[in-house]
């Protein structure tokens, strides 16, 4: 089954209060400390790397399960 590697994005809703939220999946794993803009007219996206941001990198198959590690199968 084919995985590809993601990362996920987390937003800080409040600065002080460090609760990360969910926030979009990139495809990837993404260097950096922001999402990048998907196009660079999109305003809003520019202002994202004003926020802060967590992320993590994952994998996801093809029924949409996403997976910390890449998923092992064994085979005889």
């Not at 993404?30 to 994202?48: I, M």
């Not at 994952?58 to 949409?64: C, G």
């Amino acid at each position: 089954m084919p995985v590809k590697m993601i990362t996920l994005w987390y937003k800080y809703t409040d600065k002080g209060n460090k609760v990360a939220v969910f926030n979009h999946i990139e495809n990837g794993h993404v260097d950096g400390e922001s999402p990048k803009p998907k196009d660079k007219s999109y305003t809003n996206q520019k202002a994202w790397e004003k926020s802060e941001w967590k992320k993590q990198f994952a994998y996801i198959d093809q029924q949409y399960q996403v997976w910390n590690t890449p998923p092992a199968f064994w085979t005889e």
